[in-house]
C-alpha cells in the first residue's frame, strides 16, 4: 500500500492522503486584495487533481504586509465570502483546506506604505525595497492583533486549518534571526526573546480559534551567525508545547547573498525537516524539489516527514497524484471522468 496516497489524521482532521500543495503566491489578485476567479479555477483544479491539504497562497494580515500589490489578504471582512467561495470548491472534491497567513515585513515590494521589520535594516539596496520602519511596542501588539483577526477570518470562511508563515525572511522569521532583529527589548537580543513573536502569535491564534495550526519555517538561513537547524529545533519544541499541530520545513530567504546555501538539488531541504520531527517530536512536511511519487514514499518509509509538499510539480501538473495511483495500481484514486486518460 502506498503511504503517500494513505490517509493521515492531523488532530481532528482526517486528510485522504500525504500529498500537499504548499503556499506559491500566484501575484494575481487586484488592489483589493480579493479572491478572483483565476483563484477559484487555480485551487479547484489541484482539488478535482486528489491533492489531500492545499495550502493557499500567502495571505497579508495588513495591506503593508503584502509581498506585492497583487496578493491576497485577510485584513477585512470583505475578504471572507471569495475565501469562502475557494474552501467550498476545495472541499466539493475532497480536499482539505488551509490558507498562510503572512506578513512581508522588510520585503514587501509595496510602493504606497513604508514596510516594517524588528529593526531597520533594509533587505536590498536594490529597487524595488525600502528601507523599513522599526516597530515599536505598540505597533507589535497591533500586528499581533491583525493576525488574530486574520485566523478568525480564515474560521469564518471554513478553512480546515492556518498556517503561519514564519520562513523565508519575511516579518516573523526577521524577529526570529540575530542578523535582521537587532532589538534590545522583550521582543530581540537573546534567543527566548527572538522568538516572543511567533510564539505569542501561535498562541493566541489557538486560543482564539478552533483551527488547527501549522507553522512555516527557515530551518536554516544560510548565512553566518544568523538562525541555525539548532535554533529550529529548540523553537519547534516550543511550539509544539504551545499545541501547533504540523511544522512546514523549508529555509532561506532572509538574505540576497546566502552564502551557505546548498546546491539545488531534489530533496535538498527534506533532512531539516528529518532533523525537527526527530528532535522536537513534531509532525512536519517536508519540501525541495520533490517531483516524484518515489521520492515521496521515500521520504515518508524513513521517516523524513509526515506530509510531502509538491510545489512546482502540482504547478506543472495539477493531475499528479493521478498519475501515482496509476503506478500503484490504485485507479479507484482517479477522478472518473478522468479515468480513460489513464
Known amino acids: 500500500m502506498s503511504r503517500l496516497l494513505s490517509a493521515y489524521r492531523l488532530g481532528e482532521l482526517t486528510l485522504k492522503n500525504r500529498v500537499v500543495m504548499p503556499p506559491m503566491c500566484m501575484y494575481k489578485a487586484d488592489i483589493d486584495a480579493c479572491v478572483n476567479d483565476f483563484h477559484l479555477a487555480h485551487y479547484a483544479a489541484r482539488a478535482i487533481g486528489g491533492v489531500g491539504l492545499i495550502i493557499v497562497e500567502a495571505t497579508a494580515v495588513e495591506p503593508r504586509g503584502r509581498i506585492s500589490m497583487h496578493d ?14 475557494l474552501v467550498k470548491q476545495c472541499h466539493a472534491y475532497g480536499a482539505k483546506a488551509a490558507v498562510q497567513l503572512a506578513h512581508a515585513g522588510r520585503k514587501s515590494t509595496c510602493a504606497v506604505s513604508i514596510p516594517v521589520a524588528p529593526s531597520a535594516l533594509v533587505f536590498s539596496p536594490n529597487a524595488p525595497f525600502q528601507r523599513p520602519h522599526a516597530l515599536s511596542l505598540d505597533e507589535i501588539a497591533e500586528i499581533k492583533a491583525r493576525f488574530v483577526q486574520a485566523a478568525l477570518r480564515a474560521e469564518k470562511a471554513g ?10 525572511g519575511y516579518l516573523l522569521f526577521e524577529f526570529l534571526s540575530p542578523l535582521s532583529n537587532t532589538r534590545s527589548d522583550a521582543y530581540g537580543g537573546s534567543f527566548e526573546k527572538r522568538c516572543t513573536m511567533v510564539c505569542e502569535i501561535a498562541q493566541a491564534i489557538l486560543q482564539a480559534t478552533r483551527l488547527e495550526l501549522i507553522v512555516r519555517l527557515s530551518a536554516e538561513e544560510w548565512v553566518q551567525g544568523g538562525w541555525t537547524i539548532r535554533d529550529s529545533e529548540a523553537l519547534a519544541q516550543k511550539l509544539a508545547s ?18 551557505l546555501m546548498p546546491n539545488l538539488a531534489p530533496l535538498y531541504q527534506a533532512a531539516y525537516a528529518k532533523e525537527i520531527r526527530t528532535k522536537a517530536s513534531i509532525p512536519t512536511i517536508a519540501v525541495g524539489l520533490i517531483t516524484r511519487a518515489e521520492e515521496g514514499e521515500m521520504l515518508l518509509e524513513e521517516g523524513f516527514c509526515d506530509l510531502v509538499a509538491y510545489g512546482r510539480e502540482l504547478l506543472r501538473n495539477p493531475n499528479f497524484l493521478f498519475y ?9 484514486l482517479i477522478e472518473p471522468s478522468y479515468l480513460r486518460a489513464f
Open 72 to 85: 491576497l489578504g485577510l485584513w477585512d471582512d470583505a475578504h471572507i465570502s471569495g475565501h469562502a467561495a
Open 159 to 168: 478553512y480546515d486549518m492556518v498556517e503561519l508563515h514564519a520562513a523565508h
Open 242 to 259: 504551545i499545541g501547533v499541530s504540523m511544522i512546514h520545513v523549508s529555509a532561506g530567504g532572509n538574505h540576497e547573498i546566502q552564502p
Open 324 to 332: 501515482a495511483a496509476k503506478a500503484q495500481g490504485e485507479t479507484s
